[in-house]
Protein backbone atom coordinates (compact mmCIF):
# COMPACT_ATOMS: atom_id res chain seq x y z
CA UNK A 1 0.00 0.00 0.00
CA UNK A 2 1.30 3.09 -0.75
CA UNK A 3 -0.53 5.46 2.13
CA UNK A 4 -0.79 4.51 5.45
CA UNK A 5 -3.43 8.15 6.23
CA UNK A 6 -0.96 8.87 8.97
CA UNK A 7 -1.38 12.22 11.27
CA UNK A 8 0.20 15.30 10.07
CA UNK A 9 3.29 15.76 11.01
CA UNK A 10 3.02 19.62 11.27
CA UNK A 11 4.12 19.91 15.13
CA UNK A 12 7.28 20.21 16.79
CA UNK A 13 6.73 17.27 18.67
CA UNK A 14 6.04 13.49 17.90
CA UNK A 15 1.56 12.88 17.73
CA UNK A 16 0.07 10.79 20.20
CA UNK A 17 -2.09 8.10 19.15
CA UNK A 18 -5.34 8.51 18.36
CA UNK A 19 -8.89 6.76 19.14
CA UNK A 20 -8.99 4.98 16.24
CA UNK A 21 -5.37 3.94 16.52
CA UNK A 22 -6.79 1.56 19.39
CA UNK A 23 -10.15 0.75 17.14
CA UNK A 24 -7.37 -0.77 14.58
CA UNK A 25 -5.14 -2.57 17.30
CA UNK A 26 -8.34 -4.13 18.45
CA UNK A 27 -9.54 -5.14 15.11
CA UNK A 28 -5.85 -6.83 14.02
CA UNK A 29 -6.03 -8.66 17.09
CA UNK A 30 -9.46 -9.74 16.21
CA UNK A 31 -8.19 -10.16 12.67
CA UNK A 32 -4.77 -12.42 13.73
CA UNK A 33 -7.28 -14.45 16.52
CA UNK A 34 -9.78 -15.50 13.75
CA UNK A 35 -7.54 -15.64 10.27
CA UNK A 36 -4.12 -17.38 12.24
CA UNK A 37 -6.02 -20.97 13.28
CA UNK A 38 -8.32 -20.90 9.95
CA UNK A 39 -5.41 -20.35 7.27
CA UNK A 40 -3.17 -22.57 9.30
CA UNK A 41 -5.71 -25.44 9.45
CA UNK A 42 -6.36 -25.14 5.44
CA UNK A 43 -2.61 -25.35 5.06
CA UNK A 44 -2.46 -28.31 7.28
CA UNK A 45 -5.36 -29.97 5.31
CA UNK A 46 -4.12 -29.09 2.05
CA UNK A 47 -0.73 -30.43 2.47
CA UNK A 48 -2.20 -33.62 3.62
CA UNK A 49 -4.16 -33.85 0.58
CA UNK A 50 -3.07 -34.53 -3.22
CA UNK A 51 -3.76 -31.43 -5.44
CA UNK A 52 -6.58 -33.11 -7.59
CA UNK A 53 -8.28 -30.29 -9.46
CA UNK A 54 -7.34 -26.91 -10.94
CA UNK A 55 -9.14 -25.79 -7.68
CA UNK A 56 -7.19 -27.10 -5.23
CA UNK A 57 -4.09 -25.63 -6.81
CA UNK A 58 -5.99 -22.18 -7.07
CA UNK A 59 -6.85 -22.34 -3.22
CA UNK A 60 -3.65 -23.61 -1.78
CA UNK A 61 -1.96 -20.39 -3.47
CA UNK A 62 -4.81 -18.09 -2.28
CA UNK A 63 -3.85 -19.47 0.94
CA UNK A 64 -0.37 -19.18 1.04
CA UNK A 65 -1.14 -15.12 -0.22
CA UNK A 66 -3.77 -15.00 3.14
CA UNK A 67 -1.11 -16.66 5.38
CA UNK A 68 1.61 -13.64 4.30
CA UNK A 69 -1.33 -11.19 5.13
CA UNK A 70 -2.16 -12.91 8.93
CA UNK A 71 1.96 -13.51 9.78
CA UNK A 72 2.77 -10.62 7.82
CA UNK A 73 1.10 -7.64 7.45
CA UNK A 74 -0.87 -7.70 10.88
CA UNK A 75 2.19 -8.53 13.25
CA UNK A 76 3.63 -4.99 11.84
CA UNK A 77 1.14 -3.22 12.08
CA UNK A 78 0.13 -3.92 15.58
CA UNK A 79 3.97 -3.35 16.22
CA UNK A 80 3.64 0.22 14.82
CA UNK A 81 0.29 0.80 16.54
CA UNK A 82 2.14 -0.20 20.32
CA UNK A 83 5.26 1.76 19.62
CA UNK A 84 4.42 4.66 17.69
CA UNK A 85 7.17 5.08 15.66
CA UNK A 86 10.06 3.22 13.27
CA UNK A 87 12.48 1.03 15.37
CA UNK A 88 13.77 -1.50 12.61
CA UNK A 89 15.72 0.69 10.30
CA UNK A 90 15.59 1.76 6.23
CA UNK A 91 16.44 -1.41 5.01
CA UNK A 92 13.23 -3.25 7.04
CA UNK A 93 11.31 -0.29 6.41
CA UNK A 94 11.60 -1.00 2.94
CA UNK A 95 11.68 -4.69 3.27
CA UNK A 96 8.15 -4.70 5.08
CA UNK A 97 6.34 -1.86 2.84
CA UNK A 98 7.46 -4.43 -0.16
CA UNK A 99 5.78 -6.94 1.63
CA UNK A 100 2.64 -5.48 2.48
CA UNK A 101 1.90 -4.67 -0.98
CA UNK A 102 2.89 -8.35 -1.83
CA UNK A 103 0.93 -10.09 0.03
CA UNK A 104 -2.54 -7.84 -0.88
CA UNK A 105 -1.12 -7.91 -4.68
CA UNK A 106 -0.37 -10.97 -4.75
CA UNK A 107 -4.28 -11.95 -3.04
CA UNK A 108 -6.10 -9.97 -5.57
CA UNK A 109 -4.19 -11.51 -8.40
CA UNK A 110 -5.25 -15.13 -7.04
CA UNK A 111 -8.61 -14.14 -7.02
CA UNK A 112 -8.30 -13.09 -10.38
CA UNK A 113 -7.41 -16.30 -11.53
CA UNK A 114 -10.16 -17.90 -9.62
CA UNK A 115 -12.73 -15.78 -11.76
CA UNK A 116 -10.79 -16.25 -14.88
CA UNK A 117 -10.37 -20.30 -14.40
CA UNK A 118 -14.07 -20.81 -13.81
CA UNK A 119 -14.87 -18.34 -16.61
CA UNK A 120 -12.07 -20.09 -19.29
CA UNK A 121 -13.84 -23.62 -18.13
CA UNK A 122 -17.34 -22.55 -19.36
CA UNK A 123 -15.94 -20.80 -22.45
CA UNK A 124 -13.09 -22.93 -23.98
CA UNK A 125 -13.68 -26.69 -24.58
CA UNK A 126 -9.86 -27.02 -24.56
CA UNK A 127 -9.43 -25.65 -21.11
CA UNK A 128 -11.94 -28.34 -19.52
CA UNK A 129 -8.92 -31.29 -20.37
CA UNK A 130 -7.22 -32.14 -17.12
CA UNK A 131 -3.53 -31.99 -18.40
CA UNK A 132 -4.06 -29.11 -20.28
CA UNK A 133 -6.13 -27.28 -17.86
CA UNK A 134 -3.67 -27.55 -15.32
CA UNK A 135 -0.82 -26.46 -16.74
CA UNK A 136 -2.83 -23.36 -17.95
CA UNK A 137 -3.44 -22.60 -14.40
CA UNK A 138 0.05 -22.86 -13.23
CA UNK A 139 0.92 -20.01 -15.90
CA UNK A 140 -1.58 -18.04 -14.73
CA UNK A 141 -0.55 -18.03 -10.63
CA UNK A 142 3.05 -18.11 -12.14
CA UNK A 143 1.81 -14.40 -13.71
CA UNK A 144 0.18 -13.93 -10.68
CA UNK A 145 3.01 -14.10 -8.50
CA UNK A 146 5.11 -12.56 -10.53
CA UNK A 147 2.78 -9.34 -11.22
CA UNK A 148 3.06 -9.02 -7.86
CA UNK A 149 6.87 -8.81 -7.24
CA UNK A 150 6.98 -6.36 -10.09
CA UNK A 151 4.28 -4.13 -8.85
CA UNK A 152 5.32 -4.18 -5.33
CA UNK A 153 9.34 -3.91 -5.80
CA UNK A 154 8.75 -0.04 -6.43
CA UNK A 155 8.09 0.36 -2.77
CA UNK A 156 11.60 -0.27 -2.06
CA UNK A 157 12.62 3.21 -3.82
CA UNK A 158 9.32 5.00 -2.51
CA UNK A 159 9.57 4.27 1.41
CA UNK A 160 12.43 5.12 3.29
CA UNK A 161 13.03 5.51 7.29
CA UNK A 162 13.34 9.26 8.16
CA UNK A 163 14.34 10.76 11.09
CA UNK A 164 11.31 13.61 11.93
CA UNK A 165 11.94 15.13 15.29
CA UNK A 166 15.46 14.93 16.01
CA UNK A 167 15.52 16.15 19.63
CA UNK A 168 13.26 13.14 20.18
CA UNK A 169 15.04 10.61 18.22
CA UNK A 170 11.51 9.75 17.03
CA UNK A 171 11.90 7.82 13.51
CA UNK A 172 8.94 7.17 10.87
CA UNK A 173 9.02 4.41 7.59
CA UNK A 174 7.90 7.10 5.21
CA UNK A 175 7.18 8.02 1.52
CA UNK A 176 9.57 10.58 -0.11
CA UNK A 177 7.07 12.33 -0.94
CA UNK A 178 5.96 12.57 2.58
CA UNK A 179 9.96 13.54 3.09
CA UNK A 180 9.50 16.33 0.64
CA UNK A 181 6.48 17.96 2.46
CA UNK A 182 8.30 17.56 5.64
CA UNK A 183 11.31 19.29 4.99
CA UNK A 184 10.37 21.94 2.52
CA UNK A 185 7.07 22.89 4.36
CA UNK A 186 5.24 23.76 1.23
CA UNK A 187 3.85 21.76 -1.81
CA UNK A 188 5.72 22.20 -5.15
CA UNK A 189 2.95 20.68 -7.60
CA UNK A 190 5.53 19.46 -10.08
CA UNK A 191 7.36 17.29 -7.47
CA UNK A 192 4.35 15.50 -6.43
CA UNK A 193 3.13 15.04 -10.69
CA UNK A 194 5.05 11.49 -9.59
CA UNK A 195 3.26 10.47 -6.26
CA UNK A 196 -0.29 11.16 -8.54
CA UNK A 197 1.01 9.10 -11.28
CA UNK A 198 2.33 6.52 -8.61
CA UNK A 199 -0.94 6.38 -6.28
CA UNK A 200 -3.51 5.97 -9.20
CA UNK A 201 -1.29 3.31 -10.99
CA UNK A 202 -1.41 1.40 -7.43
CA UNK A 203 -5.12 1.94 -6.79
CA UNK A 204 -5.75 0.56 -10.21
CA UNK A 205 -3.51 -2.08 -10.18
CA UNK A 206 -4.49 -3.23 -6.66
CA UNK A 207 -8.27 -2.82 -6.67
CA UNK A 208 -9.64 -1.20 -9.64
CA UNK A 209 -8.77 -3.63 -12.87
CA UNK A 210 -9.26 -6.93 -10.69
CA UNK A 211 -12.49 -5.45 -9.22
CA UNK A 212 -13.32 -4.90 -13.02
CA UNK A 213 -12.32 -8.27 -13.99
CA UNK A 214 -13.79 -10.13 -11.38
CA UNK A 215 -17.17 -8.70 -12.02
CA UNK A 216 -17.21 -9.64 -15.38
CA UNK A 217 -16.14 -13.31 -14.93
CA UNK A 218 -18.65 -13.55 -12.73
CA UNK A 219 -21.29 -12.43 -14.61
CA UNK A 220 -20.38 -14.33 -17.70
CA UNK A 221 -20.50 -17.38 -15.66
CA UNK A 222 -24.08 -16.54 -14.36
CA UNK A 223 -25.34 -15.51 -17.69
CA UNK A 224 -24.05 -18.79 -19.08
CA UNK A 225 -25.53 -21.17 -16.61
CA UNK A 226 -28.82 -18.67 -16.52
CA UNK A 227 -29.29 -19.39 -20.47
CA UNK A 228 -28.27 -22.47 -20.57
CA UNK A 229 -30.47 -23.50 -17.89
CA UNK A 230 -34.07 -21.91 -19.02
CA UNK A 231 -34.14 -24.21 -22.00
CA UNK A 232 -34.70 -27.22 -19.42
CA UNK A 233 -37.22 -24.91 -17.19
CA UNK A 234 -40.64 -24.74 -19.20
CA UNK A 235 -42.64 -22.81 -16.46
CA UNK A 236 -42.66 -25.95 -14.19
CA UNK A 237 -44.83 -24.58 -11.25
CA UNK A 238 -42.75 -27.18 -9.00
CA UNK A 239 -39.07 -26.62 -9.87
CA UNK A 240 -39.87 -22.71 -9.29
CA UNK A 241 -41.03 -23.16 -5.77
CA UNK A 242 -38.33 -25.48 -5.35
CA UNK A 243 -35.63 -23.21 -6.75
CA UNK A 244 -36.30 -20.75 -4.26
CA UNK A 245 -34.31 -22.96 -1.55
CA UNK A 246 -31.34 -21.36 0.22
CA UNK A 247 -27.66 -22.74 -0.68
CA UNK A 248 -26.96 -24.56 2.48
CA UNK A 249 -23.47 -25.78 2.94
CA UNK A 250 -22.55 -24.52 -0.30
CA UNK A 251 -19.43 -23.24 -1.07
CA UNK A 252 -18.06 -20.91 -4.25
CA UNK A 253 -15.88 -23.27 -5.19
CA UNK A 254 -17.98 -26.27 -5.33
CA UNK A 255 -21.20 -24.58 -6.55
CA UNK A 256 -19.09 -22.81 -9.55
CA UNK A 257 -17.50 -25.70 -10.11
CA UNK A 258 -20.53 -27.53 -11.10
CA UNK A 259 -22.53 -25.10 -12.78
CA UNK A 260 -19.76 -24.37 -14.88
CA UNK A 261 -19.58 -28.03 -15.89
CA UNK A 262 -23.43 -28.45 -16.10
CA UNK A 263 -24.74 -29.35 -19.63
CA UNK A 264 -28.16 -29.44 -20.37
CA UNK A 265 -28.08 -31.12 -23.21
CA UNK A 266 -27.39 -34.19 -21.25
CA UNK A 267 -30.62 -35.61 -21.88
CA UNK A 268 -29.91 -36.34 -25.44
CA UNK A 269 -27.17 -39.01 -24.40
CA UNK A 270 -29.74 -40.39 -21.59
CA UNK A 271 -32.17 -40.45 -24.35
CA UNK A 272 -29.96 -42.06 -26.89
CA UNK A 273 -28.86 -44.82 -24.19
CA UNK A 274 -32.28 -45.64 -23.46
CA UNK A 275 -33.05 -45.63 -27.11
CA UNK A 276 -30.04 -48.08 -27.81
CA UNK A 277 -31.05 -50.15 -24.45
CA UNK A 278 -34.48 -51.38 -26.26
CA UNK A 279 -36.13 -53.99 -28.65
CA UNK A 280 -36.68 -51.14 -30.53
CA UNK A 281 -40.16 -50.10 -29.03
CA UNK A 282 -38.49 -47.04 -27.16
CA UNK A 283 -37.85 -49.13 -23.81
CA UNK A 284 -36.00 -51.24 -22.38
CA UNK A 285 -38.03 -54.45 -21.51
CA UNK A 286 -37.67 -56.64 -17.98
CA UNK A 287 -35.48 -59.84 -18.45
CA UNK A 288 -38.14 -61.61 -16.20
CA UNK A 289 -40.17 -63.40 -18.47
CA UNK A 290 -43.32 -62.04 -16.89
CA UNK A 291 -43.72 -58.22 -16.58
CA UNK A 292 -43.18 -57.00 -12.68
CA UNK A 293 -46.58 -56.08 -11.02
CA UNK A 294 -46.68 -52.45 -9.51
CA UNK A 295 -48.25 -51.88 -6.18
CA UNK A 296 -49.94 -49.05 -5.86
CA UNK A 297 -52.08 -47.56 -2.36
CA UNK A 298 -55.69 -46.42 -3.20
CA UNK A 299 -57.45 -43.51 -1.09
CA UNK A 300 -58.34 -46.81 1.80
CA UNK A 301 -54.10 -47.82 1.45
CA UNK A 302 -55.07 -51.17 0.53
CA UNK A 303 -52.91 -52.12 -1.89
CA UNK A 304 -53.56 -53.16 -5.18
CA UNK A 305 -51.78 -54.79 -8.00
CA UNK A 306 -51.64 -54.08 -12.13
CA UNK A 307 -49.82 -55.27 -14.65
CA UNK A 308 -46.90 -52.96 -15.14
CA UNK A 309 -47.87 -49.95 -17.86
CA UNK A 310 -47.13 -50.40 -21.32
CA UNK A 311 -43.50 -49.78 -22.90
CA UNK A 312 -45.26 -46.27 -24.65
CA UNK A 313 -46.21 -45.21 -20.96
CA UNK A 314 -43.30 -46.04 -19.38
CA UNK A 315 -41.23 -44.46 -22.41
CA UNK A 316 -43.32 -41.35 -21.50
CA UNK A 317 -42.62 -41.86 -18.04
CA UNK A 318 -38.86 -41.79 -18.36
CA UNK A 319 -39.02 -38.32 -20.27
CA UNK A 320 -40.75 -36.90 -17.75
CA UNK A 321 -38.82 -37.88 -15.04
CA UNK A 322 -35.66 -36.88 -16.75
CA UNK A 323 -37.05 -33.41 -18.18
CA UNK A 324 -38.36 -32.59 -14.08
CA UNK A 325 -35.01 -33.74 -12.53
CA UNK A 326 -33.04 -31.73 -15.03
CA UNK A 327 -35.11 -28.92 -14.69
CA UNK A 328 -34.68 -28.82 -11.01
CA UNK A 329 -31.31 -29.03 -11.05
CA UNK A 330 -31.21 -26.37 -13.87
CA UNK A 331 -32.95 -24.56 -11.82
CA UNK A 332 -31.67 -24.88 -8.39
CA UNK A 333 -27.93 -24.57 -9.68
CA UNK A 334 -28.97 -20.89 -11.42
CA UNK A 335 -30.24 -19.51 -7.89
CA UNK A 336 -27.34 -20.81 -6.58
CA UNK A 337 -24.77 -19.61 -9.27
CA UNK A 338 -26.47 -16.15 -8.60
CA UNK A 339 -26.31 -16.43 -4.63
CA UNK A 340 -22.36 -17.01 -4.87
CA UNK A 341 -21.48 -14.93 -7.67
CA UNK A 342 -23.19 -12.03 -6.06
CA UNK A 343 -21.89 -13.14 -2.86
CA UNK A 344 -17.54 -13.01 -4.03
CA UNK A 345 -18.04 -9.93 -6.07
CA UNK A 346 -19.93 -7.85 -2.81
CA UNK A 347 -17.39 -9.88 -0.76
CA UNK A 348 -14.71 -8.38 -2.66
CA UNK A 349 -15.77 -4.77 -3.28
CA UNK A 350 -17.12 -4.41 0.65
CA UNK A 351 -13.58 -5.40 1.66
CA UNK A 352 -11.42 -3.66 -0.87
CA UNK A 353 -13.07 -0.67 -2.04
CA UNK A 354 -13.19 1.60 1.63
CA UNK A 355 -9.27 1.94 1.39
CA UNK A 356 -8.91 2.32 -2.34
CA UNK A 357 -11.75 4.84 -2.43
CA UNK A 358 -9.73 7.08 0.64
CA UNK A 359 -6.52 6.75 -1.55
CA UNK A 360 -8.42 8.10 -4.69
CA UNK A 361 -10.31 10.93 -2.46
CA UNK A 362 -7.38 11.67 -1.03
CA UNK A 363 -5.53 12.87 -4.42
CA UNK A 364 -8.83 14.24 -5.76
CA UNK A 365 -10.01 16.23 -3.09
CA UNK A 366 -7.99 16.38 0.08
CA UNK A 367 -10.18 18.81 1.91
CA UNK A 368 -13.14 16.34 1.82
CA UNK A 369 -10.14 13.61 2.38
CA UNK A 370 -9.47 15.27 5.41
CA UNK A 371 -13.30 15.23 6.51
CA UNK A 372 -13.87 11.42 6.38
CA UNK A 373 -10.74 10.13 7.32
CA UNK A 374 -11.13 10.56 11.03
CA UNK A 375 -14.40 8.96 10.52
CA UNK A 376 -13.34 6.10 7.97
CA UNK A 377 -10.29 5.26 9.24
CA UNK A 378 -10.75 1.70 10.17
CA UNK A 379 -12.42 1.27 6.21
CA UNK A 380 -9.04 0.47 5.37
CA UNK A 381 -8.53 -2.48 7.54
CA UNK A 382 -11.26 -4.14 5.96
CA UNK A 383 -8.81 -5.17 3.89
CA UNK A 384 -7.40 -7.36 5.98
CA UNK A 385 -10.66 -9.11 6.66
CA UNK A 386 -10.38 -11.03 3.46
CA UNK A 387 -7.89 -13.09 4.82
CA UNK A 388 -10.32 -14.29 7.71
CA UNK A 389 -13.31 -14.26 4.34
CA UNK A 390 -11.48 -16.11 1.77
CA UNK A 391 -11.10 -19.56 3.05
CA UNK A 392 -15.01 -19.83 4.00
CA UNK A 393 -15.69 -18.38 0.66
CA UNK A 394 -13.21 -20.47 -1.54
CA UNK A 395 -13.98 -23.65 0.95
CA UNK A 396 -10.37 -23.71 1.75
CA UNK A 397 -11.58 -24.78 5.70
CA UNK A 398 -13.45 -27.40 4.49
CA UNK A 399 -11.95 -28.94 1.06
CA UNK A 400 -14.02 -31.31 -0.97
CA UNK A 401 -12.60 -33.10 -3.93
CA UNK A 402 -14.50 -31.40 -6.00
CA UNK A 403 -13.17 -32.35 -9.83
CA UNK A 404 -13.27 -29.69 -12.48
Known amino acids: MTTTFSPALLTDSPPKPLLTDRLELYSLLLVFALGAPMNLGAWVQQREKPTISRLDLLKKHLNHADLTIIFVYVPSRICWILTYDWRGGDMLCKVVKFMHTFSFQA??????????DRLFSILCDSY??????????????????????????????????FLVFPDHRWYQCMTIWEVARHERKAKDPRLFDLETFYSIAHICLVFWIPAVIIAISYVSVLSWVWVNSRSTNKANPIVQRRSGGSFGGETAETLLTRASEWNPLRNLSISKHLKDSTDGKGIALNTYDRPPQIIVLDDSNEPLTRPSITPSEASAVIRTNVHTSQSYSASVTRARAFRISCLLIVAYIVCWFPYNFLSLLRLLDQHLFKKL???????QQLMVFTAVLNPYLYGQVRITCTRC
Open 128 to 161: KCPTRGKNRTRKMLFIAWLLAVIISFPQILVWKN
Open 373 to 379: VDNLYFA
Open 107 to 116: SSNIIVCIAI
